[in-house]
């Protein structure tokens, strides 16, 4: 979000103090971000709270503050989104029909930039048919709006109103900055381990920990694709908007990814799959007895490679990742043409700074070409939209 200016617009409602939240997620992924507020809103969180987390100046007074008279016009035309966040009944009413009597309305009725509105209220006003007619009429101007969550609320009842959680309000503001240059894709994304069970207590697994799947699955969203993500165990939230399938073993995900690949336009095997698993695996705790104990492996199924002997039935393109310790681009080539791969994306896990338990990575983009581009040491977020970049001129 550099280089991005985001006004978040805060009404009175009893959600206001999750603002603060928003407010320092867009800070940190560095948006220049300013505080309108209502005068009902300062009832709820002070406007120094939000002062001091954006490091600007918060506005709730169209002629008590200091600065320019036309901030009301400025503010609303030099950004790039405006994130109504709680937007009460009253304020939509008012969005709606045109009416401003105070900086947050004002600023709104003559703003250029993007909007999007985050309703949150009881849930019986929410389903008020004036409220909805006025949501419909929002929608109808090109306002973005956000579906409020369902659960408890303030007022101890139960249903829809509930203020979506910060950080999924901030990935929809993500996708409204960003061109979406993936819109009409269908993205099939793994990630995470997988794990093979021994007994009931022990399986074997890796060091993964699917930050890469989670990021590549989340980019894409972003940027307009239609995602499912398929994933092994992981201690991560499901990236919001994705279709999300959990799976523990390589023959769950093999089903799960065959069962999914059918319209897909892209797959991306980011999952590192065990390639071996127990040959048995006990009903029972095996208890400790003899001082050796010898496992038999059996191997997996090879997944991306079976997605690659499909190409044909069903074409898509086909990247897969490639964690090697030693001879990472000879591996790296010998694997994208066994699998039959568009693409693989290599790195070296024995680094400190890349690969597994990293936010950081180190790749080499290898087409099938036999063209090598070699990254500089990034972000994972930065990766995937590298990689979702390299992978855009293949889908045609």
């Not at 003559?110 to 309703?119: E, K, L, N, S």
């Not at 959990?246 to 990814?257: D, L, P, Y």
């Not at 090697?324 to 694997?335: F, G, H, R, V």
């Amino acid at each position: 979000m550099k280089d991005k200016k985001v006004i978040v617009g805060i009404t009175g409602g009893i959600a206001a103090y999750k603002a603060a939240e928003l407010v320092r997620l867009l800070v940190r992924a560095g948006a220049d971000t300013s505080v309108a507020m209502t005068a009902n809103a300062t009832r709820f969180v002070t406007p120094l709270t939000f002062e001091a987390l954006s490091g600007n100046r918060v506005v709730w007074d169209m002629f008590g503050h200091e600065g320019t008279s036309i901030d009301h016009i400025s503010w609303g035309q030099d950004a790039d989104l405006i994130i109504v966040a709680p937007a009460t009944a009253n304020f939509i009413a008012k969005m709606a029909h045109g009416i401003a009597d105070d900086f947050l309305s004002t600023m709104v009725l003559a703003a250029t930039a993007r909007i999007m509105v985050c309703p949150s209220m009881n849930s019986k006003m929410f389903e008020n048919l004036a409220v909805q007619n006025n949501l419909g009429q929002l929608k109808e101007m090109g306002v973005a709006v956000m579906e409020p969550s369902e659960g408890e609320l303030a007022c101890h009842t139960e249903g829809p109103g509930r203020l979506p959680e910060p950080e999924d309000i901030f990935e929809q503001a993500w996708a409204l900055l960003l061109r979406q240059d993936l819109s009409g894709l269908n993205i099939l994304v793994t990630a995470g381990p997988t794990v093979e069970p021994i007994d009931p207590v022990r399986y074997i697994t890796n060091r993964s920990t699917g930050k890469m799947g989670y990021a590549l699955a989340r980019a894409a969203w972003r940027r307009g694709a239609s995602v499912r993500l398929v994933s092994g165990p992981t201690a991560l939230n499901p990236p919001y908007g994705v279709t999300f399938f959990s799976v523990k073993t390589a023959e769950e995900m093999r089903q799960a990814v065959l069962k999914n690949r059918t319209d897909c336009d892209v797959i991306i095997k980011a999952a590192a799959v065990s390639d071996y698993r127990p040959k048995e695996s006990a009903r029972h705790k095996i208890k400790k007895g003899a001082d050796r104990v010898t496992l038999e492996l059996v191997k997996n199924p090879d997944i991306l490679a079976q997605l690659g002997s499909k190409k044909k039935a069903s074409p898509c393109v086909l990247v897969g990742f490639a964690a090697e310790t030693k001879d990472l681009l000879d591996n790296a080539k010998e694997k994208l043409k066994a699998k039959n791969l568009d693409m693989i994306i290599a790195n070296d896990v024995s680094r400190d700074d890349a690969g597994f338990e990293s936010d950081t990575n180190k790749i080499k983009v290898i087409y099938r070409d036999g063209r090598v581009e070699d990254a500089p040491l990034m972000t994972k977020d930065e990766v995937a939209d590298l990689v979702l970049d390299r992978i855009k001129p293949l889908t045609g």
